[in-house]
């Protein structure tokens, strides 16, 4: 006799009604797939693949020089080593500041080549058009047949 446990994948709408509900959702951050599975063996809820791996990784003073590159190198590898948790994906430094096409374009790579639920980027007013542009183009069509990137910035 086989016992078949059905693994339940947190996606944004299980976050959200966690939220509602006022359950706690726990987040780390990982950079490879060993410890990605670990943590997602542990039941984190969300893995985010953080371009801290500039500094933890590679010995950099600070997160400057990682590249798209290598954030899809990490990113890959974590999202290999995930079963259940929601996998987020910072966009480095430079990847996405000069105009909303390169950040697009960014954002499409990252998830196109590793696979990941989402994706992060850090600023104020001065990024706001660009995920206000990028929130609306890529909004889940839910009820639709059209094929759609599961992104969420």
């Known amino acids: 006799m086989s016992v078949h446990n059905e693994v339940k994948k947190v ?24 410890f990605a599975r670990i943590f ?3 039941g984190i809820d969300i893995i985010l693949v953080g371009d801290s791996a500039s500094n933890v990784m590679a010995g ?19 999202v290999r080593g ?3 948790a929601f996998v987020v994906v910072d966009l480095p430094f430079g990847s996405y500041q000069s105009n909303s096409k390169e950040a697009l374009a960014s954002a499409i790579r990252i998830m196109k080549e590793t696979g990941a639920h989402g994706i992060k980027v850090e600023g104020g007013e001065e990024i706001l058009g660009i995920r206000q542009t990028h929130t609306r183009r890529w909004h889940p069509r839910h009820g639709s047949s059209r094929p759609h990137p599961p992104v969420h910035l």
């Open 60 to 78: 950099h003073e600070t997160t400057l020089p990682i590249t798209l590159d290598q954030m899809i190198y990490h990113a890959s590898s974590v």
């Open 11 to 34: 996606t944004t709408h299980a976050l959200q009604r966690m939220k509602q509900h006022g359950e706690k959702i726990s987040m780390i951050t990982a950079y490879d797939y060993s």
């Open 40 to 42: 997602d063996g542990a």
């Open 82 to 84: 995930v079963n259940r």
